[in-house]
């Protein structure tokens, strides 16, 4: 079992930033998925990044302005988000899963949400125009 923690949001102004931090507790297993997911109001829950060893994957819409990183020894994934925008404006989760294979791409992450087990509770992010 593994239970995940957020912290850290908040409410910004834009061009702003804030770290995400999720603490996670129990195995979340060598070579598993770790990620951020975020979820609008009237909107689906869409993957915004995702970690697996030093490997890393971005959404285009926070490519270059947000940075995800894990410390395996303190069993914590973070966030850096700088120059926010008011459509970054969501609750966003901390997830973790098995990472999936295909032939051509080997082991990866994905920004499907079945493919995430344990989700945290969620930490909310604001930014005001």
């Known amino acids: 079992q593994v239970q995940l923690i957020e912290s850290g949001g908040g409410s910004v102004q834009s061009g702003g930033s804030l770290r995400l931090s999720c603490a996670a507790s129990?195995?979340?297993?060598?070579?598993?998925?770790m990620g951020w997911f975020r979820q609008a109001p009237g909107k689906e829950r869409e993957g915004v990044a995702t970690?697996?060893?030093?490997?890393?994957t971005y959404a285009d819409s926070v490519k270059g302005r947000f940075t995800i990183s894990r410390d395996n020894a303190k069993n914590m994934l973070y966030l850096q988000m700088n120059d926010l925008k008011p459509e970054d404006t969501a609750m966003y989760y901390c997830?973790?899963?098995?990472?999936?294979?295909?032939?051509?791409?080997?082991?990866?992450?994905?920004?499907?949400?079945?493919?995430?087990?344990?989700w945290g509770q969620g930490t909310q992010v604001t930014v005001s125009s």
């Open positions: 970690i697996r060893y030093s490997t890393t």
């Open positions: 997830v973790t899963g098995p990472s999936k294979y295909s032939s051509g791409t080997g082991f990866h992450c994905t920004y499907d949400t079945d493919d995430y087990k344990y």
């Open positions: 129990g195995s979340t297993g060598s070579g598993s998925c």
